[in-house]
Each structure stands twice: as C-alpha cells, then as structure tokens.
T-cell receptor, first 117, second 112 residues
Framework: GAVVSQHPSWVICKSGTSVKIECRSL??????MFWYRQFPKQSLMLMAT?????????EQGVEKDKFLINHASLTLSTLTVTSAHPEDSSFYIC?????????????FGSGTQLSVL | ELKVEQNPLFLSMQEGKNYTIYCNYS?????LYWYRQDPGKSLESLFV?????AVKQEGRLMASLDTKARLSTLHITAAVHDLSATYFC????????????FGKGTRLHILP
C-alpha cells in the first residue's frame, strides 16, 4: 500500500520553541493531507485539512497561528507548532488520501509524539 | 454536525469468545473505515466499506455497513490475544465537507 512517512517520531522541546513536523507521501502524490491530534487513550481529533498550493482549512477551535500548516508540494505537508507550551504535548498524526482501484483510502503516518517541557 | 458514536468504549473478553463493536453515525456518508491502533503507534487500516450491505472479512475480523441504519459493525470471531488493540471507526464525508470524523475508539483487551 501507499506509504506516508512522518518525521520526527518523537520530539522533546522547551516551552517557547517551535517544532516542525513533516509528512511525506513516498510513492504517490497527495493533493490533500490531514493533520490529527491524539491525547492519550482518546480518539483522533482533526486539526486541519491541508491542500497542496492553497491555505489549510482549520477545524473550529484550532488556532491557525499556533499550528502552521504548509503544503508546498504534492508530496510534503508540514505542521509547525509555534511557541510550544506543555499543553501542546500530544501525539500528532498526518494522513493522506489515496485514490486507487478500490476507491479512496486514507493512509497514516507513523505519528509524532511531542513533549513540551 | 456529523457525530460518530462507537460502543463499547472498552471491552475485556476472553480468548475464544465472539463480540461485536458498533459504530453509529448521524448523517449520510461516502464511506466508512475501520482502523486498528496499538499503543504508541499510528493507525493501521483494516477495512473500507463503500456501500450499503458491504461486508468484508479479514481473518477473525468482519466488518459490515448498513447505510440506511447508519450503522457499521466490527465482529470479532474466536478472539485471540493478538487482537488486543484500540479499534476506531471513521466516517468519510469528503464529498460534502472534505473531512473524516473518528469515533472515540474501542479499547479491546483480550485475556489469555
């Protein structure tokens, strides 16, 4: 199946720093990628939909200035957590939609565990 | 607003038993997904259900979709310990709202 590579898998940072998370589609082009946030033992919460070449669409309650999304190419979307604080500590997962012979599927990156001290 | 309700949220069962996880959703959808997540890991795609009456099976797992009732089920047959994980259903309303909404997940713990 399609491969979505997410990097880094784990990052620890000091409060106030910015962290960039990359999501790459390795063997296909992804016009649309999604960014999710997951707290321990909870479900995935959609943060934003990232479309190549245009501005991301943020879900209600998600600060666009806090979580900067850039989808500059068909194979790369980035999420930058700006001025991170401990409450931003979470598991962040990207996904990409792939259209194939069996219809559309959603493939997920391996996730990034962000710990803000 | 699309709501996806999954139940039970937690299930502990013994090996060899059968059980069903239910996923109800509040509006028409384009497709429905089932995913598995192991602790600290990302999501693994299990099934994609595209149409009313769709039934898919993989090993001890079988998923079905009833679009009229807005209900999907994930049935586990003769559970084994390796199936312990969290299972999520997700409803796709891409064509209308370009998003996929997840249920809260069912934490399945299978006792040896």
């Amino acid at each position: 199946g399609a491969v979505v590579s997410q990097h880094p898998s784990w990052v620890i940072c000091k409060s106030g720093t910015s962290v960039k998370i990359e999501c790459r589609s390795l063997d296909f082009q992804a016009t649309t990628m999604f960014w999710y946030r997951q707290f321990p033992k909870q479900s995935l919460m959609l943060m934003a939909t990232s479309n190549e070449g245009s501005k991301a669409t943020y879900e209600q309650g998600v600060e666009k200035d806090k979580f900067l999304i850039n989808h500059a190419s068909l194979t790369l979307s980035t999420l930058t957590v700006t001025s991170a604080h401990p409450e931003d500590s979470s598991f962040y997962i990207c996904s990409a939609r792939v259209t194939g012979m069996q219809g559309e599927k959603l493939f997920f990156g391996s996730g990034t565990q962000l710990s803000v001290l | 607003e699309l709501k996806v309700e999954q139940n039970p949220l937690f299930l502990s069962m013994q090996e060899g038993k059968n059980y069903t996880i239910y996923c109800n959703y509040s509006t028409t959808s384009d497709r429905l997904y089932w995913y598995r997540q192991d602790p600290g890991k990302s999501l693994e795609s299990l099934f994609v259900l595209l149409s009313n009456g769709a039934v898919k099976q993989e090993g001890r797992l079988m998923a079905s979709l009833d679009t009229k009732a807005r209900l999907s089920t994930l049935h586990i047959t003769a559970a084994v310990h390796d199936l312990s994980a969290t299972y999520f259903c997700a409803v796709d309303i891409m064509n209308r709202d370009d998003k996929i909404i997840f249920g809260k997940g069912t934490r399945l713990h299978i006792l040896p």
